[in-house]
Each structure stands twice: as C-alpha cells, then as structure tokens.
C-alpha cells in the first residue's frame, strides 16, 4: 500500500457504529417520554415486533490497560446478585411500556466480562427475559464474549443448554511481551481448552477476537498470533483496530505510551499481513475488520448483502430496534438513540425509582435519517446510491464534490448516483463515511475525540 496514501488518510475519525456519532448527539436530557416516542415511530413506520437486546455485563476481575470499554473492575462477586436483579428490572419497565409485545430474535452478552458472572445468575437473567427455561436456537441468535481464563465448562454447558449457539473469546494476542504491556496474561493452552470444549459441546460459531497495533506489538508476533488462531480454525475472526484513546476517562490506558505502538504504515502492514494468512487459509474478509469461514452465517449475510453493523458491531440478524439493557447500554430506535447511565451505582439508582435509566441520547432529523442509511450501507457492503427521491439534493452534490480528492486517488468510484469503494480503499472507508457526515468540518481536526482511521 501507498505510504503517502497512509499518511495521508490516517487521521483521528469515528468508526460509525452509530450515525450521528455519539460526542455530536445533541439531546444530553433525553428522557424516558421522548424516547419512547421514537420506540413508538419505529413501530409504526417498520410495522415489526422483532427486536435485538444488547446486555451490558460491566465487572471484570482485572483491568487490562489496553481496553476502551465501560467496566468497573472487582474481584467482588457479591455484585452479580443485584445488578442482575436490576437488569431483569430494567426488561420489566420495557414491558411495560413497549407499544407492542416483543419478539427478541438477537441477543448478545457483552462487557466487561460475561463470564465473570455465574452461569445460575446468567441463566436467571435469559429465563426470567424469556419466559422459558430454553429457547429455539433456530429462531433467536444468542451469543456471549467469553473471557479464556474464566469460561468454565459449567457457562459453556448451561449457556449451550438454553439456546446460546455462540461466543467470541477475547485473544488479543498471544506474545508475552505484549501481554504484559497491555496487562492481560492468557497462554495458547487455556484458549485451545475453552475452545475446544465449545466446539465439542455443539457451539455452532466461535469466533476469535484480535488486536492490531497493540503497545510493543511486533510483525513476528501477528505472525505468530494468526498461526495459532488458525491451528483452531475459529468460524470468524474479529481482527479489531486498537483505539488509541488515553484522554477517554475511566479507560485505563496507561502503563505504555505511544512510543511503544506501531506507527501508522508499521501498524497497516500488521493489518495486511494478517489478512494475506486468512485469506490463504479460507477466511474471507467481511466489512472494515471481520473475516469469516465461508460457511458461517456472517459470510453468507456479506455474500447476499444481508449485513447490518449496529453498536454489537457487524450482525447478521437486521431488526430495527435495538435496546439495550444495563449500565452504559446504548438503544436505537432508527430515528433515536439513547444511552444508560454510566456508573453502576446511577444505573441501578434510577432502576430503583422505576426509571429507563437513560443518560443521554440523540432524536435523528430527516437528513441525519438519509445520511445513516448511507453510512450504513458503505460500511456493510462498500457501496451506496443516493435517493433521487430526497428532499437533500444539494447536499448530495456537496458530497460528491468533497469525494473527489478520494476519487482521485483511486479510493472510490462515482458513477451516476453510486459511490463505490475500491478495493485498495477498503482501508479508508471511515475517511469515505467522514465526509457523508453532517456534523464535520471539511479537514476538522478529531483528536481527542476519536482514534485514528489506520
Ligand atoms: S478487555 Fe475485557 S476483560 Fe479486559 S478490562 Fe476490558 S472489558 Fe475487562
């Protein structure tokens, strides 16, 4: 790849797992009447009972400095009573005020550590939900990020048991230097024993998550990390960015500074190199930093165009509503987002008084509605079509004129009303999706704000 082309496009910008991104949402008092109003839109505008629930498990027994999300760290296992008897809490006051009876069809656990919980305490969260003691896996997609060293055979078994057909186990990666320098000591060993376990239990996709451009990180050492995620053949692998956040509170990185991660062309070909073993291997590439077996469900969505990203990252399972349930949990409506509470203490403090313990959030205007699909749609499948039927032709031409220079450099194509991302600009499609988006300045300076787009 190009390296004036790197350096040129590595700039800080949004990953887009949300359109208007969540520093411009503008509704800081959101509240628990507006948004269900949006809830209502959604129903009446989709005409669907069909719902995903994201649940937001925050305890983690050790912090691993290299981490952006929301957790509260503790080896405190008393917590996992009352944050689960809050978010069966949380699902009542949905219930109750939900315009329709749901019909979940995706559901995720993420973290934090899910398996930090017990599986009992798990399992009286999905059957409480559910109303069941299994569910048909067949209709409902269950999945759960599990943690190598405390994903015990009793989660799998149980957890398996109710419906749940898959997990993500949290990798990393595998060299003991980097482990160190991100603080997150896991061998080779226990993650072939938990994975191996799943497999023999019946799990039907496991996928490995890894990360590139992590502090100390070497070319050797992705080598030897996607040598050995391919000996377990994973059915997808999530081969993540590192995020550069430091400034972001409560994220805990620290302990490395940025003299010890790869540069930009350094960290690209950490990318590349990792990609070109896949794909020898079968994997094929699927969205910005996804590769799957050609058999799991996520290359079959990609093949029929059936991808959705949403704040889970890429799904397969498209419904129009998303809620999320527990502390930091993010819900969208399609015409609204709202975000919970970001302490445990306030979360369960609002759940108490018999509030939807939204923090803030953001009501979509038409335009913003417009720009989302497109965003979408060149995150998804590398390609969109402006709607000849909108009310925002100008700002359609504006679009076209600010892509030019990426045109130019032989990113993207244009033609008519069709803007195509090529193959050698896969890598910069957040730099694409930037200048769709409303709330930028042409060549706004984002750091601070974001991590950078290679
Ligand atoms: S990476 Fe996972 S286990 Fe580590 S601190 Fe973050 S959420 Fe917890």
Same mark, same amino acid.
């Given at each position: 790849m190009d390296k004036n082309i790197i350096e040129k496009y590595n700039v800080a910008g949004p990953r887009y797992t949300s359109y208007p991104t969540v520093p411009f949402w503008r509704n800081d008092q959101l509240n628990e009447n507006e948004w269900l109003k949006t809830i209502q839109k959604n129903y009446s505008f989709f005409k669907s009972s069909d719902i995903s629930v994201y649940i937001h498990l925050p305890y983690c027994e050790s912090l691993c400095t290299f981490c952006g999300c929301h957790k509260r760290i503790t080896k405190n296992h008393s917590v996992e009573k009352p944050y689960i008897d809050a978010l069966i809490k949380e699902w009542k006051l949905y219930i109750d005020n939900l315009p329709f009876s749901p019909i979940i069809r995706e559901m995720h656990f993420g973290g934090g550590t899910p398996t930090f919980f017990k599986a009992d305490e798990l399992i009286r969260l999905v059957s409480t939900i559910f109303n069941a003691n299994q569910i048909n896996s067949d209709f409902v997609e269950l999945s759960f990020e599990a943690h190598p060293n405390n994903t015990t055979n009793d989660h799998l078994t149980k957890l398996f048991h109710f419906g749940f057909r898959r997990l993500s186990l949290g990798i990393q990666d595998y060299s003991p230097v980097v482990q160190k320098a991100i603080h997150r000591i896991q061998s080779f060993e226990q993650v072939k024993k938990v994975h191996e376990s799943a497999k023999k239990i019946g799990y039907k996709s496991i996928s490995h998550d890894?990360?590139?451009?992590?502090?100390?990180?070497t070319l050797n050492d992705i080598i030897d990390t996607v040598t050995k995620t391919i000996e377990l053949k994973p059915d997808r692998i999530s !081969? /993540?960015?590192? &995020?550069?956040?430091?400034?972001?509170?409560?994220t805990g990185q620290r302990g490395y500074d940025e003299s010890d991660l790869p540069k930009s062309e350094e960290k690209?070909? !950490? /990318?590349?190199? &990792?990609?070109?073993?896949?794909?020898?291997?079968?994997?094929?590439?699927?969205g910005m930093d996804h590769f799957a077996l050609?058999?799991?469900?996520?290359?079959?969505?990609?093949?029929?165009?059936?991808?959705?990203?949403?704040?889970?990252?890429?799904?397969?399972?498209?419904?129009?509503?998303?809620?999320?349930l527990g502390m930091s949990s993010i819900s969208d409506s399609w015409f609204g987002f709202a975000q919970n509470e970001k302490t445990v203490e306030a979360y369960i403090n609002q759940i108490e008084k018999g509030i939807i313990p939204i923090f803030r959030g953001h009501i979509l205007s038409d335009l913003d509605v417009e720009i989302r699909a497109y965003i979408l749609d060149l995150m998804c499948h590398f390609k969109m079509t402006f709607d000849q039927n909108s009310k925002f032709k100008e700002v359609h031409e504006r679009i076209k004129n600010q892509l030019q220079e990426m045109v130019d450099d032989g990113l993207v194509t244009i033609e008519n009303n069709t803007v195509s991302v090529t193959s050698i600009g896969i890598p910069f499609v957040r730099n694409c999706?930037?200048?769709f988006d409303q709330d930028l300045e042409p060549n706004q300076k984002l750091e601070r704000m974001f991590s950078q787009t290679i």
């Open positions: 890894l990360v590139f451009g992590l502090p100390k990180q !081969l /993540y960015s590192y &995020a550069h956040v430091p400034w972001i509170k409560g690209r070909a !950490l /990318y590349e190199t &990792a990609k070109t073993m896949l794909e020898s291997s079968g994997y094929m590439e699927i050609a058999h799991d469900d996520l290359a079959i969505a990609f093949n029929a165009k059936n991808l959705h990203r949403n704040f889970m990252g890429y799904t397969t399972q498209k419904t129009d509503l998303m809620i999320g999706c930037m200048i």
